[in-house]
């Protein structure tokens, strides 16, 4: 995870590899750090409905 701000708002970007066969995948999500944790919920959905075509 990297924890920054840009133009006054905090961000983090979480970069997770996934591994699928011989294949390695980095998936990276940016989220604005806030109160509501909407966007974490997305990042998680991202990692769960990951598919390789």
């Known amino acids: ?5 840009r133009d006054g708002r905090g ?3 979480r ?6 066969g011989r ?3 980095q998936l990276t999500c940016r989220i ?4 509501d944790d909407a966007d974490v ?3 998680d959905e991202l ?3 990951f598919r390789t075509f």
């Not at 604005?32 to 109160?35: G, K, Q, T, W």
């Open 11 to 13: 961000l983090q970007d």
């Open 23 to 25: 294949h390695e995948y």
């Open 1 to 5: 995870m990297i924890v920054y701000c």
């Open 32 to 35: 604005l750090v806030d109160e």
């Open 47 to 49: 990692k769960r409905s």
């Open 41 to 43: 919920e997305a990042c």
């Open 15 to 20: 970069v997770v590899f996934l591994l699928r």
